[in-house]
């Protein structure tokens, strides 16, 4: 914590705020402090800019990682000033930000409604994925999100299906129905979301088009790792391939970068342990 009187400082001056706001969600403890803070500079930030995104972006993202309710308004006065001007990605980001609060954006659930009916579909996905966070009411949400798996965004749409998980099964036809798409992503995340849907009456499809999918483009792999972990010992199939990642030399994973490649070997370790 004592990075945190220059954080103040440059949040209250204004100068390297910018560096500031990238530190800031990471000290949780200080979030009395921090947190009207980076309101106040989300307040000042300009809605109706399309390169504003950046800035208002670390924001959110901040306070999300805080998880102060106290900055639920200010979030909300983003993402619907924002959809005003048309600005759909700050929208979005706005509404995934208010999702990380759970229950505590219920005050500003009637603003998310109005958002679920927007123009923009990953507007829409990101409303619906808000109000599940926020209520738990799949009545509400499965047929917004269902509706959205035969478009533009349909990715998203099916992550978010999958963390209504069961509730969601009138989903499963359409989801089954992206395993025929051309890009691996889409088969992907449409078979992860089908094992948190329809169990293991789906896990024979779910493991081959995961499998597939991580043959054609290794980046998929942290994404069908951490569905095989969900899977436990109905992905059996997959050791193999699991057990070959572990031999690679080279780096793998999203991005390519470290972090990722990290991950995907604590990822593969963990389900070798359960599987094996």
Same mark, same amino acid.
């Given at each position: 914590m004592r990075a945190l009187p220059s954080l103040l =400082? @440059?949040?209250d001056g204004g100068v390297d705020a910018w560096r500031a706001v990238q530190v800031a969600g990471h000290l949780a403890p200080a979030a009395d402090q921090l947190v009207p803070r980076l309101c106040r500079h989300l307040t000042a930030e300009d809605p109706s800019s399309e390169w504003a995104d950046m800035s208002t972006n670390a924001l959110l993202s901040a306070l999300a990682r805080l998880g102060d309710p106290a900055a639920v308004p200010a979030i909300t006065a983003m993402a619907t000033a924002s959809a005003r001007h048309g600005q759909w990605r700050t929208t979005a980001s706005a509404l995934k930000a208010l999702a990380a609060f759970g229950t505590g954006a219920a005050p500003a659930l009637e603003a998310v409604r109005v958002l679920a009916q927007a123009d923009d579909p990953s507007v /829409? =996905? +990101?409303a619906a994925a808000t109000l599940w966070a926020a209520e738990g009411d799949p009545a509400t949400v499965v047929p917004l999100l269902d509706g959205l798996l035969d478009g533009h965004g349909n990715r998203e749409a099916a $992550?978010?299906?999958a963390r209504v998980g069961p509730p969601a099964a009138r989903a499963l036809p359409r989801l089954r129905n992206m395993l025929t798409a051309d890009y691996e992503w889409t088969r992907a995340h449409a078979a992860s979301a089908l094992w948190d849907i329809g169990g293991p009456a789906e896990a024979p499809v779910v493991v081959r088009t995961l499998?597939?999918?991580?043959?054609?483009? $290794? @980046? =998929?792999?942290? #994404?069908?790792?951490?569905?095989? $972990? /969900?899977? *436990?010992?109905?992905? *059996?199939? +997959? #050791?193999p391939h699991v057990r070959e990642e572990l031999t690679r030399t080279r780096r793998s994973g999203r991005f390519r970068d470290v972090g990722h490649d990290e991950e995907l070997q604590r990822m593969c370790r963990t389900v070798l342990a359960r599987l094996s």
């Open positions: =400082t @440059a949040l /829409r =996905t +990101a $992550d978010a299906l499998l597939a999918a991580w043959e054609e483009n $290794d @980046a =998929t792999s942290n #994404l069908v790792l951490a569905c095989f $972990d /969900r899977m *436990g010992p109905a992905a *059996g199939e +997959a #050791l």
